[in-house]
């Protein structure tokens, strides 16, 4: 199965409130409604803080708003979700929006490969 991971800053001046809301009603929308049939799965997550991981002093802010995870059964529904995205009217409203809510230059997108070893803790 792959998956698709997006990091995504918001606008520089934009609440953490602000952002969240309209990413989950209106970005989300418009991605489910467009792509959401070739999803099996969809999950937005907002950082709410940094574990102490690294020597220096950072915080949530210097981090990504929220870590997207898409995934997909297959690579022909990757392929299917790029040719939506690629119809001009789709990228039209796509671009719009994001550029509502997104710092888009700081965006990334992943296509990983999730091992699950199935462990619970």
Not at 73 to 98: K, Y
């Amino acid at each position: 199965m792959l998956k698709m991971v997006i990091l995504i800053k918001k606008k520089p001046g934009m609440s953490r409130e602000d952002f969240i809301h309209h990413y989950e009603t209106s970005h989300a929308v418009i991605g489910k409604r467009l792509l959401g049939h070739l999803w099996t799965r969809y999950v937005r997550n907002y950082p709410v803080s940094l574990m102490a991981y690294q020597p220096e002093e950072n915080s949530v802010d210097d981090s990504y708003d929220a870590v997207t995870e898409i995934w997909f059964e297959d690579q022909a529904a990757v392929d299917e979700m790029a040719r939506i995205i690629n119809i001009p009217e789709n990228n039209r409203i796509i671009l719009e929006d994001e550029e509502k809510f997104q710092d888009r230059i700081r965006t990334r997108l992943l296509m990983v490969e999730e091992v699950d070893n199935g462990t619970r803790l």
